[in-house]
Structures are given as structure tokens and as C-alpha cells.
């Protein structure tokens, strides 16, 4: 038979089963239904961050190779977006419903389906000899992620139900998933040295084989039937929202920022954000609560989880390309040099988790997204040919910025729900991760792709044939190789300096909005979430047990 796990916070003297309400408080409590056998939680937590490190790990580990992508599959600057985006959207898009899904059928085969799935796609993907076919299959392994993403957080939150103990937990979750964000340039450049672009696909597959055979064996049941509901016209407004809002900026560059489909596609994606919060408004088990969002501090917290991964996806995704073209690093030492980022976030992670004890959790956000602005900002005022050492500064200050943000802002965002919808909390947190994630990405790459390619048509590539000028204005390879090949300096400077024009800007736009983030959580009124929406023990202890 399966047992109540209670709510944290709340003696369990006090709490008895009936009808799914807390009989003492007369508060709503939420059923969980959990397998009988015992294990121990911290054997839980690493096989939960085992698997949330490796596909966080994917996030990041195709962006070193997005170069050699581009030369062998001829694809272009947008293909490349749509390789590394495909997947994130298609996290982003499904992560709500995943959250459900896991909560009502339980959630260790929900990990164990999507680890499998994740390994096959995984597989997939290294045989294809086409962009669009890459293209899918990221898709492919975005759906599996997502599957996989709120279930580890989900088990951690069922498995640490002490709310001290689950912030020391959540603590290191971050730190591995940020540490998997980061690490993943390091890991394919060391691939791509030795082997071709297939090889970060390849990677994958045992890693997520050996994360399926561990959570098999130690992870153990956990359900909330009751209280988990699908929601189909959620599922379809919100997902249409992000893929048509991502879409739109994707293509802008090439269409136009003013043209009638880019102002259709934003006018859509309004109507459908509306959509869908008329739509959960309106349903008595909706995908998403949409009322928690006005409260205030959930939406700051919410908010700083979203522009934080924003600044981190898209740091990633400019700054692997800015090594490999115009720095002329070989893919195993872009790899290294983007390490310091990865160490930093472990330890801002685990650092702020330990500062919000003292000082409280909005001070830690608003100071890691402050750092997070400082450090765009560092590099929008750097030179082309900036010394290494500068570059380590910078990624040490976004590092921290990052994981003094999202650890205590994710454990805050957990405590407001209750056990029984960790899944939901957790996919509430994952949808804000790669919502950011995804549209800085979007953002930040087409940014770069408008001005790189305004910028080079005034150069002497407008000089060269139209075939060739095309090419070099979708593609920063096809540019260099054509500058190379002719053996011209001037070509070579006119690459490097519109690559740097679009950089640089993007940088300054990525600033200003993580600046503004922090301005934003600051000015909120209220507290950030610091306590489950439960009563403490010790406001129950005051009053008499209840009778049986």
C-alpha cells in the first residue's frame, strides 16, 4: 500500500490521512502516493543529478561544434540557430505538460521513458547528412528532456520533504545542471579534437544509458493521481506561443524587423499568451496556476530564473563562435577556456544558497543578476583581440552572477507548492530555465545576425559575386573561408569586424536586460517565497491533536 509523505514543515503527529485534507490545520494536503521500499535520499539526489547533468549537458555541448556543423552540412548562421534552438524550444514547449504527466503516472517511469528516448534520438542524430534532419531530431531530444528535466527535480523535492534539507538538495541540483550548462563546450571540444561532429551526439548515448540502468535500480515511486490533470488547451496555446515567438525572432533578420510577417508573428504570439491565460483561468484543474504569478515576488522569482538562463544560453552560444572564428582556437581549447564559467557557476550555486541563510533571497538574486549585467557589459567594451585573462574576469563575474540567481530563486519557487505537485513546481521552474534559455538564443543570435549582416554588405564583400556575398552574409564560415581562400586582408578585417558589431551589441542588449531584471525583483514589493504555502509545526503544535 502506498504511504503519505507529508508536507514539509508539518509534524507528522499532526497529520493523518483524510480524504486528502490535513485534519489538524484543515489546510489541503495533497496525496502521494510512493513505493514501500526505503532508499536512502541521497542515492536519489545522485541519480537525479546524474540525469539532469546530462541533458544540460546537451544544452550546451553542440555549440563547439556548431562550426564544424556549419562546414560539413553547409548550414547556415539560422540553421545553426534552429540545431541549437530546435531542442530548446522543444524543451521549453513541452516541460508544463511533462511536469503533469510525471505527477499523475508516476515519475520514475517518466524518467526512465525519457532517459531511453533521450539515448535514442541521441543516436539518431549522429547519422544524419542533412541541417533539417539535425534540425528534427534536436526536437526529437528536446521532447525527452523535457520529459526528464522536472522528474529529478520532482524526486528530490519528495525524497528531502524538510525544507532545510531540500534547499541543501536543490543547492546542488543547480549546481550540477549549471555545471552540466557549462561544461558542455569543454566536453565536445575534447570530442571534436580527436573525432568528427557526431561524436557529441554519440557521447550522449551511454551516458544516458548508464543514468536509465541507475534510476531503474534506486529510484523509487512517486505519484500525485489526484492532483495532476492533463490539459490539452494549455498544452497547445502555450507551446504554439513560445514555438511561434522563437520563429519570429529566429526568421526576423531575414525578413525584415518591421516586415508584415515578423509584426504578425508578435501580434500572434500576444493573442496566444492571452489565450492561454484566459484559458487556465477558466479550468478547475488547469496545466499551471496562473494565479501564483500575482503574487509579486513568485513572478520576480520566475523572472530571474528566465533572464538569467537567457544571459547564459546566449553568452554560450556567441562566445563558442567568437573563440573558433575570430580567435582561431581549435574546438578542444575553445572547450577549456570556457571552463572558468562552468566552476563559477558551481560555486555561486552552492555560495548563494548559503548567503540567503543570512541575508535573505532577493539581495542574493538581484546582486547575481547585477553581476550577470556587469559581466555583458565587461564585454561589450572589450576589443576584438582582448588579452585571455580579461575573458576569464569576465566569465568569473557571469559564473557567479548565474548561480547566485537561480539556486535560491528556484528553491523559492518550489517552496510555494506543496509535495504532491513537485512535478509541476519543478516543470513551472524548467519551463522559466528554457523559456530564457531558448529566447536568448533567439534574441541574442539574431541580434547578431541583423547587424553581421548589415554590416558586411558595406564591406568588400558587396563587390563580390552575388552567389558568393549571399553565402558569406548567412554564414560567418562561408565568410572567413571566402576571405582566406582570396588571401585578402581586407575581406578578413571586414569578417572580423562585423562578426564583432553584432557581438558587441548583443552584449550591450543582454546587459541592459538582466540590469533591468534586477531592478525589477528589487523594486517588487513583498518577500520572495521563503516557506511552503503549508502551516509550520510549530503553529501546530499550539493546538490540540485532532481525534481519530
Known sequence: MGSLLVPPDVDAVHFRWNSGKCTHCQHAAEAIVSSPRTV????????????????NLDTTLVNVALPSVS??????????????????????????????????????????????????????????????GLIALRFAMGACAAV????????????????????????LWGAVTGLGVAVGPVCGGLLLAHFGWVSVFL????????ALAAAWRIVPESRSPENARLDPPGLLTSSAAVGLLVYTIIEAPAR????????????GTAGLAVAFVLIERRRSRPMIDVSLFRTPAFSAASGSVTIAFFALFGFIFLVTQYFQFIRG?????????????????????????????????????????????????WIALSPTF?????????????GLGLGMTTAPATESILSVLPPAKAGLGSAVNDA???????????????????????????????HLPPAQASAARESVSAALSTARGSRSQDLLSAVQTSFMDGFHTACVVAAAICVAGALLALALPGRFPSAPLVPRARSAARSPAPSP
Open 71 to 132: 562546414r560539413e552540412l553547409h548550414a547556415g548562421t539560422r540553421s545553426l540557430q534552429w540545431i541549437v534552438d530546435g531542442y530548446n524550444l522543444a524543451f521549453a514547449s513541452l516541460v508544463l505538460v511533462a511536469g503533469s504527466l510525471g505527477d499523475r503516472f508516476g515519475r520514475r517511469p517518466a524518467l526512465l521513458a525519457g532517459l531511453g528516448g533521450f539515448a535514442l534520438a541521441s543516436a539518431a542524430a549522429a547519422a544524419v547528412s542533412h541541417p533539417s
Open 432 to 462: 522559466t530555465r528554457e523559456t530564457g534559455g531558448t529566447l536568448g538564443v533567439a534574441v541574442l543570435g539574431s541580434i547578431f545576425t541583423s547587424l553581421y549582416t548589415a554590416h558586411l554588405g558595406t564591406t568588400g564583400f558587396a
Open 203 to 210: 557521447a550522449l548515448v551511454p551516458v544516458s544509458l548508464v
Open 386 to 398: 582582448v588579452d585571455y585573462s580579461a575573458i576569464v574576469g569576465q566569465m568569473v563575474i557571469m
Open 148 to 171: 526528464i528535466f522536472p522528474t529529478t527535480l520532482s524526486v528530490i523535492t519528495n525524497a528531502f520533504p524538510v525544507r532545510r534539507e531540500r534547499a541543501q538538495a536543490i543547492g
Open 40 to 55: 536512502r535520499p541521497s542515492l536519489v539526489l545522485a541519480v537525479a543529478c546524474l540525469a539532469a547533468f546530462t541533458i
Open 256 to 267: 525584415g524587423w518591421t516586415a508584415t510577417q515578423t509584426a504578425a508573428g508578435f501580434a
Open 329 to 377: 582556437y581549435g574546438t578542444l581549447s575553445t572547450g577549456v577556456r570556457i571552463l572558468p564559467v562552468a566552476l563559477c557557476i558551481a560555486v555561486g550555486s552552492v555560495a548563494g544558497v548559503t548567503l540567503v541563510k543570512r541575508i535573505g533571497t532577493r539581495p542574493v538574486v538581484v546582486t547575481g543578476l547585477l553581476l550577470l549585467g556587469c559581466g555583458y557589459g
